[in-house]
């Protein structure tokens, strides 16, 4: 078994769907958590207040630089991860095309470095 996190990304230029919309996507995103809880896989996931809430730490000599707002400006941005624990990429994969389809965003899988 390997770790894999899967990030949605918002674009960043686009308010807040409308709330017809959101609810029918938080729907089918919490029954996908649902199924991976039920699966056994499910080990961590949560949504992301928005980029303008982040605090950047930069290392500067003997000091800490610290900053409001995201590290770099983007079209887009981490909204939510989750964190999977699954056999292998290809399924890992899978409950990413769900949480794609289910947002209709950007879904980025990546697995944990260092093996299971």
């Not at 918002?10 to 089918?28: C, S």
């Not at 199924?35 to 080990?43: F, I, K, P, Q, R």
């Not at 079209?75 to 990429?89: F, H, M, N, Q, R």
């Amino acid at each position: 078994m390997g770790q894999y996190l899967i990030s949605i990304y918002h674009p960043a230029d686009t308010g807040r769907p409308d709330p017809e919309f959101l609810a029918g996507v938080m729907r089918e995103v919490e029954a996908i958590h649902h199924e991976l809880v039920e699966a056994g896989s499910w080990v961590f996931g949560q949504g992301l207040h928005a980029p303008e809430t982040a605090t950047v730490l930069r290392a500067d000599g003997d000091g800490m630089l610290v900053t409001d707002g995201p590290f770099a400006e983007g079209k887009e941005y981490l909204g939510g991860i989750t964190i999977v624990s699954v056999p292998d990429l290809d399924v890992a994969l899978d409950w990413g095309r769900r949480y794609a389809r289910a947002t209709t965003l950007p879904v980025e899988v990546r697995p944990f470095a260092g093996g299971s």
